[in-house]
């Protein structure tokens, strides 16, 4: 049990007899995680239940009380469960705070991990090419963003390759990958949905960042309305017995990774012409993921199985209806979903907050009314330029989600004076990185913690640029302790940089002298104090302690050219 890595209660007791060899020894271990499951006798298990019965099994064994909730709200917590029994499902909640979006990825389940907001990069995702290993597609059954309006995405190939792996399961980095991940995005939603639904500017992703565009937006299974779940409160906690959730987790891991219900659905299914490539997909699997939940002996009946197929489209819809609203073109116009049932009747699925919006249903194409930028005349154009604030010699401040447009780069020759202000990393090198792939830096004087610290400063400077993949450092030493201390701390920051798919080398020789940053792009930049010409601030409150560009700099000569 112990070499299985089985997590177990286990209670410790003192051992007062001096002469034994051990103080402590355990009185009493409890196993709170399976060793070994049985989906054969799990099943068997469920065959004791009628179909309502097992839905209440289920949210008793996530802590809800089923007794106090609609049909419909049940039928929405069990979509919160989707994405843990079906593999390469796309999911997504939007609704507001405290309603229990993200719980059911953090608590409920080991095979699930949530990833709160912050950079998501390619390399922690999807691979790492300096570590050559899988990210995290590769070890979980369910990768979760919650705060999902927090996303950062420094590389437009994260978002790409995330396209690609959403689509159909597989990516490319220099290899190919093939993982089973589900990924699922939750996140708030703080307008009104019934003024949201009858606007014409807003749509129900409002709360996605800008890189989540409509071909993500695509690739989404079910779209779960949160503003329809209660607040979290003591009234919908269950006082009665369900699974405990390591055995329903380890139920649904299994199913997951073992069981395919496609097929099943493929030959029971008929959808309406509206329905097209995607929409059939993403209502399927939607349809497979709760019969994986809810019937995971045996075939449900018609009755049933059309109330999941009616709440798959619902969901599908949603999505479609704001891909519709934000599309200049009819590209998603279908939104009309359709099934037949049993006996040959169309029905046509509506979702309840937006049936009678008509901003909705037939969204407005002004876009299509307006004058294209490359049509404006120069009569046109010349008021507009006139507002236009002068432009400063200074490029502007990077910004790593914006498109860049490379500036027209020159040789620089000027010398920073003692007591200035206004220069940072970013200013200085930032347009001459774009392009380049490797810089080295000579800099003899990256020993003292404050001059690693400029060194760090530095490299925050170099992840923004998603070219670049290698760094060379050069520096200097002054003895052996020096250099185990320089060593270590170099170490740390060479490890950090991986994370980022970014490979820091390190050459330590104590004869150096020279200083300058060489980019493989041609560009040469000297400065003459190296990486450490700022004035040290005189405490940790001081302006300019964090942000280098109001930092008082020490004098410097700086030349940048072109070899």
Same mark, same amino acid.
């Given at each position: 049990m ?5 997590w ?6 003192h051992n007062?007899v001096d002469?034994d ?5 355990? @009185?009493?271990l409890?196993?709170i995680?399976l060793?070994?499951?049985? +989906?054969?006798? &799990? ?7 009628t179909?309502? @019965?097992?839905l209440? /099994?289920?949210? !008793? ?13 049940k039928l929405?917590?069990?979509? !919160?469960?989707t ?5 390469n ?6 609704g507001?705070r405290?309603?229990?979006k993200?719980y ?7 095979y699930?991990t949530l990833?709160?907001?912050?950079q998501?990069?390619k390399a ?6 300096a570590?050559?290993?899988?990210g995290?597609?590769?070890f979980?059954d369910t990768?979760?963003?919650?705060? /999902?309006?927090g996303?950062? /995405?420094k590389d437009?190939?994260?978002i790409?390759?995330?396209?690609d792996y959403m689509?159909?399961?597989r990516?490319?980095?220099?290899v ?6 589900s ?5 708030n939603?703080?307008l009104?949905?019934?003024?949201? %639904? ?5 749509d129900?992703?409002? $709360?996605?960042?800008?890189?989540l565009?409509?071909a993500?937006? #695509?690739?989404?299974?079910? &779209? ?8 979290n409160?003591s ?16 139920? +649904?891991?299994?199913q ?13 299914? !008929? ?6 490539g ?5 209502i399927k699997?939607?349809?497979c ?10 075939a449900?009946?018609d009755e049933? +199985? ?6 798959a489209?619902?969901c599908r819809?949603?999505?479609k209806?704001?891909m519709n609203?934000?599309?200049?073109d ?5 939104? =009309?979903?359709?099934y ?6 169309e ?5 309840? @907050?937006s049936r009678h ?6 969204p407005v194409r002004k876009e299509? #009314? ?12 010349e008021?507009?330029?006139s507002?236009?604030? $002068?432009q400063?010699?200074m490029?502007? $401040? ?6 860049h ?6 040789e620089?020759h ?8 206004? &220069?940072s ?6 347009p001459?990185?774009?392009?380049a ?6 800099d003899?004087?990256?020993r003292?913690?404050h001059? *690693? ?16 993949k !290698?760094? =060379?450092?050069?520096?200097?030493y002054?003895?052996?302790t ?5 060593k270590?701390?170099? %170490? ?16 330590c020789?104590p004869?150096?002298? #020279?200083r300058e *940053?060489?980019?493989d792009?041609?560009?040469v930049?000297k400065?003459?104090?190296g990486?450490? +010409? ?8 001081? *302006?300019?302690?964090h ?8 004098e ?8």
């Amino acid at each position: 049990m112990l070499e299985g890595g089985i997590w177990a209660e286990v209670t410790i007791a003192h051992n007062d007899v001096d002469a034994d060899n051990y103080a402590f020894y355990v @009185e009493e271990l409890r196993p709170i995680q399976l060793s070994r499951f049985d +989906f054969e006798h &799990y099943r068997e298990g469920r065959q004791e239940f009628t179909r309502d @019965e097992w839905l209440d /099994v289920i949210l !008793r064994s996530v802590g809800l009380e089923p007794t106090h909730l609609s049909k419909r709200l049940k039928l929405h917590c069990i979509a !919160r469960l989707t994405p843990l029994v079906e593999a390469n499902f796309n999911f997504i909640e939007l609704g507001p705070r405290g309603t229990g979006k993200s719980y059911f990825f953090s608590e409920f389940s080991p095979y699930s991990t949530l990833i709160s907001g912050g950079q998501a990069t390619k390399a922690i995702l999807f691979y790492n090419n300096a570590r050559q290993r899988i990210g995290l597609v590769g070890f979980w059954d369910t990768v979760a963003f919650d705060e /999902v309006s927090g996303i950062k /995405v420094k590389d437009p190939d994260t978002i790409q390759i995330m396209k690609d792996y959403m689509a159909n399961g597989r990516f490319s980095r220099g290899v190919d990958v093939i993982a089973d991940a589900s990924m699922a995005f939750v996140g708030n939603f703080d307008l009104s949905v019934d003024q949201v %639904v009858n606007s014409t500017e807003y749509d129900l992703f409002q $709360p996605l960042p800008p890189q989540l565009d409509l071909a993500v937006m #695509d690739r989404f299974a079910c &779209y779960v309305p949160g503003w329809e779940m209660p607040k979290n409160s003591s009234a919908y906690l269950t006082e009665h017995y369900g699974f405990i959730t390591d055995y329903l987790a380890e139920a +649904f891991h299994y199913q997951f990774s073992h069981t395919n219900r496609y097929e099943e659905v493929n030959q029971r299914l !008929r959808l309406g012409q509206a329905v097209e490539g995607r929409d059939e997909k993403g209502i399927k699997k939607t349809v497979c993921a709760f019969l994986k939940i809810l019937h995971p002996d045996s075939a449900p009946t018609d009755e049933e +199985f059309e109330e999941y197929v009616v709440y798959a489209i619902e969901c599908r819809r949603r999505i479609k209806e704001q891909m519709n609203k934000s599309k200049p073109d009819d590209e998603f116009a279908n939104v =009309h979903l359709s099934y037949f049932t049993a006996d040959g009747q169309e029905i046509v699925v509506y979702c309840p @907050e937006s049936r009678h919006a008509v901003a909705t249903q037939n969204p407005v194409r002004k876009e299509l #009314d307006e004058k294209p930028q490359d049509k404006i005349s120069h009569a046109d154009r010349e008021p507009l330029a006139s507002q236009q604030p $002068p432009q400063t010699e200074m490029p502007p $401040p990077l910004k790593p989600d914006a498109q860049h447009v490379e500036p027209q780069l020159h040789e620089q020759h000027f010398t920073i004076l003692y007591g200035d202000i206004g &220069y940072s990393y970013e200013s200085i090198l930032g347009p001459y990185l774009y392009g380049a792939k490797e810089i080295t830096v000579e800099d003899p004087y990256i020993r003292l913690p404050h001059q *690693i610290q400029n060194f760090v400063r530095f490299c925050e400077t170099i992840v923004k640029i998603p070219t670049v993949k !290698r760094i =060379h450092l050069l520096t200097g030493y002054d003895d052996k302790t020096q250099l185990a201390d320089l060593k270590n701390r170099l %170490v740390e920051k060479q490890q950090s940089l991986l994370e980022f798919d970014e490979i820091l080398d390190i050459r330590c020789n104590p004869n150096m002298h #020279d200083r300058e *940053i060489r980019l493989d792009n041609g560009w040469v930049i000297k400065i003459g104090r190296g990486l450490d +010409f700022y004035q040290r601030p005189h405490s940790r409150f001081e *302006i300019g302690t964090h942000d280098l560009s109001l930092r008082k700099c020490l004098e410097t000569k700086v030349d940048i050219f072109r070899v």
